[in-house]
């Protein structure tokens, strides 16, 4: 099964507006993360968020979480070019030796316009 | 500010050879992921190391990889005998306590099997 599915597959804005990017889940999870990627680059740790936090500020990031629906948005509030990049969001489940495996999503792709 | 470096950057290798990527994790993380992203694909996770021993390790990881922590800061991947399907990027990554901790990647290698 699919765990972690954002939407949308991208997103294209102006720059100065917000994007607002979602991330669906199936299984409990101890928490949920997500990720930034430039092209062909590695993965940036943004934010961690608990399964009982309900949501989550760092910057310009604001991340919330509702387990009861097992889903979670990152919105980018007054983007920049910069922000151009694809962004996924990772589950990391609790059962019996877990050791922090991620599940990932498969991303959705923003784009930026100056 | 500590972070999780890869080495190579990029690797070509002949199908059959055997590669090995090296990672350095931040110092004080006491768990150690290997993951990698095929071209358009999600990244997958492939192996965790604790205590220098694999603690949990995914389908894809079969008989032909292998992981070792050879001394106190490098963390290897080796891969046998390269296959075609085998290109992907590999990213290493490593947290704090492993469970429920943020995990921080490298800027991975991109494998190309020729």
């Known amino acids: 099964s699919q765990q972690g599915e954002e939407d949308p597959q991208a997103l294209s804005i102006q720059e100065g507006e917000n994007a607002t990017m979602n991330c669906s889940y199936k299984?409990?999870?101890?928490?949920l993360q997500w990720y930034r990627q430039n092209s062909g680059r590695g993965l940036v740790h943004l934010i961690l968020i608990r399964s009982n936090e309900r949501e989550k500020h760092s910057g310009r990031l604001r991340v919330t979480l509702d387990t009861s629906k097992k889903s979670s948005s990152l919105l980018i509030t007054a983007s920049r070019a910069a922000d151009t990049a694809s962004y996924f969001c990772?589950?990391?489940?609790?059962?019996?030796?877990?050791?922090?495996?991620?599940?990932f999503g498969q991303g959705t792709t923003l784009q930026v316009k100056p | 500010e500590p972070e999780v470096t890869q080495t190579p950057s990029h690797q070509v290798t002949q199908m059959g050879q055997e590669v090995i990527l090296r990672c350095v994790p931040i110092s004080n993380h006491l768990y150690f992921y290997w993951y990698r992203q095929i071209l358009g694909q999600k990244v997958e996770f492939l192996v965790s190391f604790y205590n220098n021993e694999i603690s949990e390790k995914s389908e894809i990881f079969d008989d032909q990889f292998s992981v070792e922590r050879p001394d106190g800061s490098n963390f290897t991947l080796k891969i046998r005998s390269t296959k075609l399907e085998d290109s992907a990027m590999y990213f290493c990554a490593s947290s704090e306590w492993g469970q429920d901790t943020e995990a921080f990647f490298g800027q991975g290698t991109r494998l190309t099997v020729v």
């Open positions: 299984t409990s999870i101890n928490n």
């Open positions: 990772a589950t990391d489940r609790p059962y019996s030796g877990n050791t922090g495996k991620l599940i």
